[in-house]
């Protein structure tokens, strides 16, 4: 069975403060790592996608890594319109996409 | 605007009742899927659609009952529920589960039900 396991389930940090959030996964037959964003109230909005190890993907501020048994979102000089749920999901072979649990970054002005 | 769209946004029904959840999308996409997001929990699927066929029912109550009369077109459902059903209920849509590549799913904004 695929899990997916993110950490920490909180984060707060000062605007400007860089950080990084986890996501740990077993899969069978990885086809996909995703990374989404949810604010309160809403669906979650797709970030990024990571096919292989090695695979960065960038965008404003986020930076997404993947290895063979997890994924960071690295977060650069954050601002307070980035606190959001951030996910974490994994697509195996059967096509279908397993959830984290989500990380509640907060960035504080 | 997403490319999903969910209605109702919120819904409070009492446990005898009966309503739908409806959800559109129109990206061409060709599979669908219900996902429950409790609090402090994981998204949760319910079910998946693949061409209008269902392909998932993740041991879902029978008291959800979902539709897909085609490939834009995904309902749910509801009757005789829970107070513990109270969650929000995310349609996703993505391109064909038999494809070879990974695609992301795109999101509706969620209907929030209420059971009293």
């Known amino acids: 069975e695929d899990q997916v396991t993110q950490s920490p389930e909180a984060l707060r940090l000062q605007e400007g403060e860089s950080s990084s959030l986890n996501c740990s996964y077993t899969v069978s037959g990885l086809r996909g790592l995703f990374w989404y964003r949810q604010d309160p109230g809403k669906g979650p909005e797709f970030l990024f996608t990571l096919y292989s190890a090695g695979e960065e993907k960038e965008k404003e501020r986020l930076k997404a890594t993947l290895t063979k048994k997890e994924s960071f979102l690295h977060i650069t000089a954050p601002k307070p319109e980035d606190s959001a749920t951030y996910l974490c999901a994994v697509q195996g072979n059967a096509g279908k996409s397993t959830f984290g649990d989500g990380t509640t970054l907060t960035v504080k002005p | 605007e997403t490319g999903v769209t969910q209605t109702p946004r919120h819904l409070v029904m009492g446990m005898t009742n009966k309503k739908s959840l409806k959800c559109e999308q129109h990206?061409?996409?060709?599979?669908m899927y219900w996902y429950k997001q409790s609090a402090k929990k994981p998204l949760e699927l319910m079910f998946v659609?693949?061409?209008?066929?269902?392909?998932e029912n993740n041991s879902v109550p029978s008291r959800f009952s979902p539709e897909c009369p085609n490939s834009s077109h995904l309902f749910l459902h509801l009757h005789t529920l829970q107070p513990e059903d109270s969650a929000l209920y995310l349609c996703?849509?993505?391109?064909?589960?038999?494809?070879?590549?990974?695609?992301?799913?795109?999101f509706g904004s969620g209907t929030r039900l209420t059971v009293v």
């Open positions: 659609y693949n061409f209008k066929e269902q392909t």
């Open positions: 996703a849509s993505s391109q064909g589960l038999e494809l070879k590549g990974s695609y992301g799913y795109t």
């Open positions: 990206l061409g996409h060709n599979a």
